[in-house]
């Protein structure tokens, strides 16, 4: 112990006679010369080097998915028609503008609509990928569901809406569904066990009953019969898998806080007079964070796959929704467009898996031994 | 010679933790090996028995003129427990949790000795009543959990000594017992070695029990042996400025004679827990622990009263009521305010007289907070009308108050967290934090019980300092005698939760207190 604290002496009177400017936060440089914590975890995290990638490389397809509608529509970005310019993503452009007949929005998949767009001096930028989740390609060779072609590269689910379209946007619900649920659900689960656990006694005693009252709730049942009672929204789903999503949270949370309530450093802030309000979220909740922020990527796995299961049942997101569950329920019903449940399979589990990934690698950077041994010599 | 090391030095990895250590064991010699906590002593004194795997050896260990370095898997396994035995610090961590007592002791005797199980068993209900376990046909039976902490050191050493070694490691034997059962099981230690003409290699750090026991002493400093030499010799004259520095850490009074006056009163406090109650009954109603009862005592400015006792005995509760920071009968007043009449507000307002240091520097203070922000508390909670600059200069003449301050001046330790200090400069800022809001009375619990000996008096002598800057009261929880000898000026002793003597510091305290005390039979 005395070696170790020698050295750590040593190296911190080091830093302070090369003298960086003051920066109570230690947020001027790159590495900066006092890390918090939570920055030292940062560092074992990006350590881990299939961690991270993982991480960056779904945040990335996050981000992509985001502008799904700028990769992936039947409208194209741009148009220059008899030397107007057009934006048909935001416009909403009769037929009559490109010399149609009649007053009804565009379908800019028409081949007539093609030839006027071809014709010299006009001009038309299309997405990548020319469908959006909902168009239905009429003019498919193929019956649907369609395999892979030039016009759809993973062919059309069975009623003919192109499969890629359909994956890109059901990715993006499901990424967004994660987000929500697990924000809702970490937000309320990490309150209601911070209370519990440093209030302890009675209040800890009937909010736990409760807890077991309501984990005993067969979920599926309730929502079974809420799809029954109300319209199907995300909305709804997401009020319905949080309301039962944030126990563990709450255990967890709970559990640091009967621990930490006891730690000195809680009651040299009660002798200080400290308000309750402050003791709990200034001083022990920074330090309960750590199986929150490990249980983030396995919630929203638990999410993406909650919402999937029930997309497969019927019991999820309103009809012509793109979802991830409903594809692989496609997928079943026809067991010979093998492209379907393939292309979707592997969407859902290389989702998943790098979730897993990111939460494996958080969960090995955040781990208590690890932070004693960095501090050791 | 028994035991012969020669030029050790034992690496783990990249790091060399021991560095070509050399000394000698006779028959029946005491040996103390002693040192601060990381300085190489445990390892060095375990690696005769090769007990780290990931530990390189370099040099020569020769016990009884075999050289243990070069001795094959089977050689060594019969070297351990048959020849060399050791005893550990924890014996609740030391002895398996699931075996009885007994079980753990035939083990050895079954390995080494080859005893059927009922000669084993008889072997091992003698070793028991040998180390004056009371009904050892009884305890032998008993698991580990079921005895007293003098009861499961003595159940260790009866299992070292099963089978007749001649060399006994003692990795701090005392440490984790109560005060009053050190003295039992160093008379014990005594006896037996005497009996057998046992070698025994004491790790220790604490120097009263090097004076009791050693016949010789070696001190080690980061993994070099800086010293050896007779028990006398070293104590007396020491050589090495580390020795002399190790010597020096024990009492020096500093304190100046407290005011007239007083701050801090308590009449009949008593503390009282709820404990649940087994069965059914225990639905319905709770039991009663009484952790404190009937305390009267009083506190002059610039005063220090010595709360000292044993573990159990109720010290920290009584601290933790005068903190008002756990429900108390009987009344606490402090500055002639009592906290049973006051209400909230009012309560809040007079913590800034009464603040609190504790033991553990590692858990007082907030991981995730910087030094700023801890030290600072206190003033954005009863001087929340500072400017920012006013709350930084304070912050920093806190630190400095307390020596914390480099190149004259503690701006550079402001970002700072907790990790990057060592645990006296930890004690330093959990001090610093108390002393910002300009307290009459400061408790500590236990302030220097988790330092190394260096440091404890390092952290004594600012102590003593702060009182005489400031006038201070201070109120001292500890169970060493040596701590309340230098610092305090009146002492209550507690014993289950009673006040047992009280009285000036020169008249209550003597050597033999826990045993005049007649305290809890082993």
Not at chain 1, 24 to 49: E, Y
Not at chain 1, 75 to 90: I, N, Q
Not at chain 1, 280 to 306: D, K, Q, S, W, Y
Not at chain 2, 286 to 310: K, Q, W, Y
């Given at each position: 112990m005395t070696e170790r604290f020698v050295k750590k002496g040593g190296a911190s009177a080091r830093v302070a006679r090369s003298g960086p400017p003051f920066d109570p936060h230690g947020l001027a440089g790159q590495s900066p010369a006092n890390p918090s914590p939570w920055q030292r975890a940062w560092a074992r995290f990006?350590?881990?080097?299939?961690?991270?990638?993982?991480?960056?490389?779904?945040?990335?397809?996050?981000?992509?998915?985001?502008?799904?509608?700028?990769?992936?529509?039947?409208?194209?970005?741009l148009v220059?028609?008899?030397?107007?310019?057009?934006?048909?993503?935001?416009?909403?452009?009769?037929?009559?503008?490109?010399?149609?007949?009649?007053?009804?929005?565009?379908?800019?998949?028409?081949?007539?609509?093609?030839?006027?767009?071809?014709?010299?001096?006009?001009?038309?930028?299309?997405?990548?990928?020319?469908?959006?989740?909902?168009?239905?390609?009429?003019?498919?060779?193929?019956?649907?569901?369609?395999?892979?072609s030039r016009q759809n590269w993973l062919g059309t689910d069975d009623r003919g809406r192109d499969l890629l379209a359909r994956l890109l946007y059901g990715f993006r619900l499901s990424v967004l569904f994660a987000f929500a649920v697990t924000i809702v659900s970490t937000l309320f689960g990490v309150l209601y066990g911070a209370i519990q656990g440093y209030f302890a006694g009675w209040t800890d005693i009937a909010m736990e009953r409760f807890v077991?009252?309501?984990?005993?709730?067969?979920?599926?049942?309730?929502?079974?019969?809420?799809?029954?009672?109300?319209?199907?929204?995300?909305?709804?789903?997401?009020?319905?898998?949080?309301?039962?999503?944030?126990?563990?949270?709450?255990?967890?949370?709970?559990?640091?806080?009967?621990?930490?309530?006891?730690?000195?450093?809680?009651?040299?802030?009660?002798?200080?007079?400290?308000?309750?309000?402050?003791?709990?979220?200034?001083?022990?909740?920074?330090?309960?964070?750590?199986?929150?922020?490990?249980?983030?990527?396995?919630?929203?796995?638990?999410?993406?796959?909650?919402?999937?299961?029930?997309?497969?049942?019927?019991?999820?997101?309103?009809?012509?929704?793109?979802?991830?569950?409903?594809?692989?329920?496609?997928?079943?019903?026809?067991?010979?467009?093998?492209?379907?449940?393939?292309?979707?399979?592997?969407?859902?589990?290389?989702?998943?898996?790098?979730?897993?990934?990111?939460?494996?690698?958080?969960?090995?950077?955040?781990?208590?031994?690890?932070?004693?041994?960095?501090?050791?010599? | 010679m028994m035991l012969e090391v020669q030029d050790l030095s034992i690496s783990f990895g990249a790091r060399k933790v021991v560095d070509s250590v050399?000394?000698?064991?006779?028959?029946?010699?005491?040996?103390?090996?002693?040192?601060?906590?990381?300085?190489?002593?445990?390892?060095?004194?375990?690696?005769?028995?090769?007990?780290?795997?990931?530990?390189?050896?370099?040099?020569?260990?020769?016990?009884?003129?075999?050289?243990?370095?070069?001795?094959?898997?089977?050689?060594?396994?019969?070297?351990?427990?048959?020849?060399?035995?050791?005893?550990?610090?924890?014996?609740?961590?030391?002895?398996?949790?699931?075996?009885?007592?007994?079980?753990?002791?035939?083990?050895?005797?079954?390995?080494?000795?080859?005893?059927?199980?009922?000669?084993?068993?008889?072997?091992?209900?003698?070793?028991?009543?040998?180390?004056?376990?009371?009904?050892?046909?009884?305890?032998?039976?008993?698991?580990?959990?079921?005895?007293?902490?003098?009861?499961?050191?003595?159940?260790?050493?009866?299992?070292?000594?099963?089978?007749?070694?001649?060399?006994?490691?003692?990795?701090?034997?005392?440490?984790?017992?109560?005060?009053?059962?050190?003295?039992?099981?160093?008379?014990?230690?005594?006896?037996i070695r005497v009996e057998r003409n046992l070698a025994v290699l004491m790790i220790t750090h604490d120097l009263n029990l090097v004076r009791r026991f050693a016949d010789r002493v070696a001190v080690m400093e980061r993994g070099v042996l800086v010293e050896q030499g007779p028990m006398r010799q070293v104590m007396e004259t020491p050589r090495h400025p580390y020795t002399l520095k190790l010597i020096d850490s024990l009492c020096a009074r500093e304190v100046a004679e407290p005011q007239a006056g007083c701050v801090l009163e308590g009449r009949a406090v008593g503390v009282v827990y709820p404990v649940p109650r087994p069965g059914i009954r225990g639905w319905f109603s709770r039991g009663e622990f009484t952790a404190v009862s009937g305390a009267s005592f009083t506190l002059a400015p610039g005063e220090t009263l010595g709360v000292i006792g044993e573990s159990g005995s109720g010290k920290t509760s009584l601290a933790l009521a005068l903190l008002d920071l756990t429900p108390a009968s009987g009344e606490i007043s402090v500055a002639g305010q009592a906290w049973s009449s006051l209400g909230r507000q009012q309560k809040r307002a007079l913590r800034r007289q009464i603040q609190v240091v504790f033991q553990d520097p590692f858990s007082s203070l907030s991981p995730r907070l910087t030094i700023e922000q801890i030290v600072g508390e206190g003033l954005s909670i009863h001087e929340p009308d500072l400017t920012q600059a006013q709350r930084r200069a304070r912050i920093l003449s806190a630190l400095d108050d307390v020596g914390l301050a480099e190149d004259g001046s503690a701006q550079a330790l402001l970002g700072r967290y907790p990790h990057e200090f060592s645990g006296g400069q930890r004690q330093r800022i959990a001090i610093a934090r108390a002393?910002?809001?300009?307290?009459?009375?400061?408790?500590?619990?236990?302030?220097?019980?988790?330092?190394?000996?260096t440091i404890q008096k390092q952290v004594l002598q600012l102590l003593a300092q702060l009182q005489r800057r400031h006038g201070l009261s201070?109120?001292?929880?500890?169970?060493?005698?040596?701590?309340?000898?230098?610092?305090?000026?009146r002492v209550l002793v507690m014993k289950d939760g009673r006040v047992v003597r009280e009285g000036r510091v020169d008249q209550v305290l003597s050597d033999r207190l826990w045993d005049e005390l007649g305290s809890a039979s082993n």
């Amino acid at each position: 112990m005395t070696e170790r604290f020698v050295k750590k002496g040593g190296a911190s009177a080091r830093v302070a006679r090369s003298g960086p400017p003051f920066d109570p936060h230690g947020l001027a440089g790159q590495s900066p010369a006092n890390p918090s914590p939570w920055q030292r975890a940062w560092a074992r995290f990006k350590g881990n080097r299939l961690g991270y990638r993982s991480l960056q490389l779904f945040l990335a397809l996050t981000v992509l998915s985001l502008f799904a509608e700028v990769l992936s529509n039947d409208k194209p970005l741009l148009v220059r028609y008899s030397g107007h310019w057009y934006v048909p993503l935001v416009q909403t452009l009769p037929e009559t503008t490109f010399g149609g007949d009649f007053p009804t929005p565009t379908d800019f998949l028409d081949p007539f609509i093609r030839e006027q767009l071809a014709k010299p001096g006009n001009f038309a930028l299309f997405p990548l990928n020319r469908y959006h989740h909902s168009t239905i390609n009429y003019f498919s060779r193929e019956p649907d569901p369609a395999p892979p072609s030039r016009q759809n590269w993973l062919g059309t689910d069975d009623r003919g809406r192109d499969l890629l379209a359909r994956l890109l946007y059901g990715f993006r619900l499901s990424v967004l569904f994660a987000f929500a649920v697990t924000i809702v659900s970490t937000l309320f689960g990490v309150l209601y066990g911070a209370i519990q656990g440093y209030f302890a006694g009675w209040t800890d005693i009937a909010m736990e009953r409760f807890v077991e009252i309501w984990g005993a709730m067969p979920t599926l049942y309730l929502l079974i019969i809420f799809s029954a009672f109300f319209a199907p929204s995300v909305g709804l789903l997401v009020a319905l898998i949080s309301i039962f999503g944030w126990l563990m949270i709450a255990a967890y949370v709970r559990a640091e806080f009967l621990k930490n309530r006891t730690l000195d450093y809680v009651r040299a802030a009660k002798a200080l007079g400290q308000r309750n309000r402050v003791i709990i979220f200034r001083h022990i909740l920074p330090n309960c964070l750590t199986p929150v922020i490990t249980l983030v990527p396995f919630e929203m796995a638990g999410a993406i796959g909650a919402l999937t299961s029930l997309d497969f049942l019927g019991l999820g997101v309103p009809e012509g929704t793109p979802s991830l569950g409903e594809l692989l329920a496609q997928g079943k019903n026809n067991l010979d467009a093998w492209w379907i449940s393939l292309a979707t399979f592997t969407v859902l589990v290389f989702t998943l898996v790098l979730l897993i990934l990111v939460g494996d690698a958080l969960r090995d950077a955040l781990d208590p031994r690890k932070e004693i041994a960095e501090d050791a010599p | 010679m028994m035991l012969e090391v020669q030029d050790l030095s034992i690496s783990f990895g990249a790091r060399k933790v021991v560095d070509s250590v050399s000394f000698t064991l006779d028959a029946g010699e005491k040996l103390a090996l002693v040192g601060e906590s990381g300085s190489g002593k445990t390892v060095t004194a375990l690696s005769t028995l090769r007990l780290f795997d990931a530990a390189r050896l370099q040099g020569s260990i020769r016990f009884q003129g075999r050289e243990v370095l070069a001795m094959r898997p089977n050689e060594l396994q019969a070297l351990r427990g048959n020849d060399i035995a050791v005893i550990f610090q924890e014996p609740m961590t030391a002895l398996n949790p699931v075996m009885t007592v007994g079980a753990q002791i035939m083990e050895a005797l079954q390995l080494h000795k080859g005893l059927g199980r009922a000669e084993a068993r008889a072997q091992a209900i003698a070793a028991l009543m040998r180390v004056e376990v009371a009904e050892p046909e009884r305890r032998v039976d008993s698991y580990p959990h079921q005895l007293s902490g003098g009861q499961r050191q003595r159940a260790m050493i009866a299992m070292a000594l099963a089978c007749d070694p001649k060399l006994l490691i003692a990795d701090e034997p005392t440490t984790a017992l109560d005060v009053s059962i050190r003295h039992q099981i160093l008379d014990l230690l005594e006896r037996i070695r005497v009996e057998r003409n046992l070698a025994v290699l004491m790790i220790t750090h604490d120097l009263n029990l090097v004076r009791r026991f050693a016949d010789r002493v070696a001190v080690m400093e980061r993994g070099v042996l800086v010293e050896q030499g007779p028990m006398r010799q070293v104590m007396e004259t020491p050589r090495h400025p580390y020795t002399l520095k190790l010597i020096d850490s024990l009492c020096a009074r500093e304190v100046a004679e407290p005011q007239a006056g007083c701050v801090l009163e308590g009449r009949a406090v008593g503390v009282v827990y709820p404990v649940p109650r087994p069965g059914i009954r225990g639905w319905f109603s709770r039991g009663e622990f009484t952790a404190v009862s009937g305390a009267s005592f009083t506190l002059a400015p610039g005063e220090t009263l010595g709360v000292i006792g044993e573990s159990g005995s109720g010290k920290t509760s009584l601290a933790l009521a005068l903190l008002d920071l756990t429900p108390a009968s009987g009344e606490i007043s402090v500055a002639g305010q009592a906290w049973s009449s006051l209400g909230r507000q009012q309560k809040r307002a007079l913590r800034r007289q009464i603040q609190v240091v504790f033991q553990d520097p590692f858990s007082s203070l907030s991981p995730r907070l910087t030094i700023e922000q801890i030290v600072g508390e206190g003033l954005s909670i009863h001087e929340p009308d500072l400017t920012q600059a006013q709350r930084r200069a304070r912050i920093l003449s806190a630190l400095d108050d307390v020596g914390l301050a480099e190149d004259g001046s503690a701006q550079a330790l402001l970002g700072r967290y907790p990790h990057e200090f060592s645990g006296g400069q930890r004690q330093r800022i959990a001090i610093a934090r108390a002393l910002i809001v300009n307290p009459r009375i400061v408790i500590l619990d236990e302030p220097t019980s988790s330092l190394d000996v260096t440091i404890q008096k390092q952290v004594l002598q600012l102590l003593a300092q702060l009182q005489r800057r400031h006038g201070l009261s201070y109120v001292l929880v500890t169970h060493d005698i040596d701590v309340v000898r230098a610092m305090a000026h009146r002492v209550l002793v507690m014993k289950d939760g009673r006040v047992v003597r009280e009285g000036r510091v020169d008249q209550v305290l003597s050597d033999r207190l826990w045993d005049e005390l007649g305290s809890a039979s082993n």
